[in-house]
């Protein structure tokens, strides 16, 4: 008995040691490894822990579930389900995880948009990043109570908005996220931009307004300055602005090729072609280096333009109406050879 004695005792020994070695590894060892170098745990707000712990092995991130468990009941991690956008990096282990959720140490989105045409298309390009959706964002945006705080009309609220890339939480209320726009939007519009919109007899909105057309007419930047030239004289001298742009704005068919002479007539404050001056707001989102080719307009006498009769995008400028009328033919000629006719 006594030989057999130490032989049980070294026994429970590597037992206990294999236990505690297996225990270990389950909640301090690497974790599930992916394919990937990370998975992504959204987890919404008003979730409970049985909500996460279905997301979780949903997405393959924890396979193990009663290690998962056993952590998070130590942990109390029940109690503290934090809502959130979680980076969980491939081999992370139960502990670590569990300490990221239960901390709401949540991993930031970066929000990016360009070439947006109107309001619920920023909507849901931001309902992509976010945990609002696109409904809630857009009411948040033309809400009478946002337009106020910030000193916009509902129809210039959109050039709040300056294109660009932005870091938030996943979980940013849509008023919070509109507030950062706005503080990046007074970041932008420096004392010098202040001064040249001034000295241009312009507000800031009337900027936004006239780059948004300047934008939709082209998109090669050497060519933006020159437009907003054309534009900013016809302003000065009272001549309807009769940007092809605004007119398409108004008929809703943006993508449209050619306008017809019928177009012309449509009934709106957006049809530059019967409304002298500037349209109510902007007819997209325009980006900041339109913006500043209207704040730094190239000087000259030209009153029209015409896209080229290459299709290059580019433009031909002119100061007399006989001019322009051989240019836009020239175009003409180019569209129908093309069998371009809307």
């Keep these: 008995m006594k030989k057999i004695l130490p032989v049980l005792f070294l026994l429970l020994v590597v037992i206990g040691g294999?236990?505690?070695?297996?225990?270990?590894?389950?909640?301090?060892?690497?974790?599930?490894?992916?394919?990937?170098?990370?998975?992504?745990?959204?987890?919404?707000?008003?979730?409970?822990?049985?909500?996460?712990?279905?997301?979780?092995?949903?997405?393959?991130?924890?396979?193990?579930?009663?290690?998962?468990?056993?952590?998070?009941?130590?942990?109390?991690?029940?109690?503290?389900?934090?809502?959130?956008?979680y980076v969980i990096p491939s081999g992370t282990s139960m502990n670590a995880l569990v300490d990221k959720l239960r901390s709401g140490e949540q991993d930031p989105v970066r929000i990016t948009f360009t070439n947006i045409g109107n309001l619920p298309q920023l909507a849901g390009q931001m309902a992509k990043y976010i945990e609002a959706d696109s409904a809630t964002m857009l009411n948040a945006m033309l809400s009478p109570s946002t337009t106020q705080r910030y000193g916009f009309t509902r129809e210039t609220i959109i050039s709040l908005f300056l294109p660009n890339t932005y870091e938030v939480w996943w979980t940013v209320k849509p008023d919070e996220l509109i507030d950062r726009f706005a503080k990046e939007y007074k970041r932008f519009w420096t004392d010098e931009r202040k001064a040249a919109a001034k000295?241009?007899?312009?507000?800031?909105?009337?900027?936004?307004?006239?780059?948004?057309?300047?934008?939709?007419?082209?998109?090669?930047?050497?060519?933006?300055?020159?437009?907003?030239?054309?534009?900013?004289?016809?302003?000065?001298?009272?001549?309807?602005?009769?940007?092809?742009?605004?007119?398409?704005?108004?008929?809703?068919?943006?993508?449209?090729?050619?306008?017809?002479?019928?177009d012309m007539k449509v009934e709106s404050p957006y049809n530059t072609y019967t409304h002298t001056g500037l349209p109510p707001g902007p007819i997209n989102l325009p980006e900041p280096r339109f913006i500043d080719a209207v704040l730094h307009p190239a000087k000259s006498d030209y009153i029209y333009f015409c896209a080229r009769e290459d299709l290059s995008g580019y433009s031909n400028f002119s100061t007399t109406y006989q001019q322009h009328l051989v240019n836009a033919r020239r175009y003409q000629q180019a569209l129908n050879q093309r069998g371009i006719f809307r």
Excluded: C
């Excluded at 007419?217 to 302003?235: F, H, M, Q, S």
């Design 18 to 85: 294999s236990f505690a070695w297996k225990l270990w590894k389950e909640v301090f060892g690497p974790g599930v490894k992916f394919a990937t170098a990370h998975k992504v745990l959204l987890v919404p707000t008003g979730a409970n822990f049985q909500q996460v712990l279905d997301s979780l092995k949903a997405n393959g991130i924890v396979d193990d579930e009663r290690a998962f468990g056993w952590v998070a009941e130590r942990k109390k991690y029940a109690d503290k389900v934090r809502p959130g956008r």
């Design 199 to 262: 000295g241009l007899g312009l507000s800031q909105s009337e900027v936004s307004t006239l780059a948004s057309i300047v934008q939709a007419e082209t998109g090669k930047a050497t060519d933006a300055p020159a437009i907003a030239g054309v534009y900013l004289n016809r302003l000065r001298i009272g001549m309807p602005l009769q940007a092809d742009p605004t007119l398409k704005f108004a008929l809703g068919m943006d993508t449209i090729n050619r306008l017809l002479t019928a």
